[in-house]
Nanobody
Framework: QVQLVESGGGSVQAGGSLRLSCAAAGIIFSNKCMGWFRQDPGKEREGVAVLSSDGRTTYSETVRGRFTISRDNAKNTLYLQMNSLKPEDAAMYYC??????????????????WGQGTQVTVSS
């Protein structure tokens, strides 16, 4: 059974930083495309950053240069370092895993397994 458990969310002021973590179990983490997504109530879930098993990354235009996705295969953990946070970054953040190694999309439909989410709040 695949389990993805996010942590690290919280409340920060604009300009601050947070690091999200996603602990994975039940999958061969090292050879999977992994991603971070976020969603506001009533809005579609949007891709923030994805990371292929070979280390290739893709970021959304809204976070490029501020967020960094990374993974520690020894710990089966995915990270999202978020710097220079803005109020518009506030959302529920989700970790996701694909069944393939190379990330081909940042659309949520391309990911098979999801965590429960961790809330990020950014005050101005």
């Amino acid at each position: 059974q695949v389990q993805l458990v996010e942590s690290g969310g919280g409340s920060v002021q604009a300009g601050g930083s947070l690091r999200l973590s996603c602990a994975a179990a039940g999958i061969i983490f090292s050879n999977k495309c992994m991603g971070w997504f976020r969603q506001d109530p009533g809005k579609e879930r949007e891709g923030v950053a994805v990371l292929s098993s070979d280390g290739r990354t893709t970021y959304s235009e809204t976070v490029r240069g501020r967020f960094t996705i990374s993974r520690d295969n020894a710990k089966n953990t995915l990270y999202l370092q978020m710097n220079s946070l803005k109020p518009e970054d506030a959302a529920m953040y989700y970790c996701a895993a694909s069944t393939i190694s190379y990330c081909v999309t940042m659309r949520a439909i391309g990911y098979n397994y999801w965590g429960q989410g961790t809330q990020v709040t950014v005050s101005s």
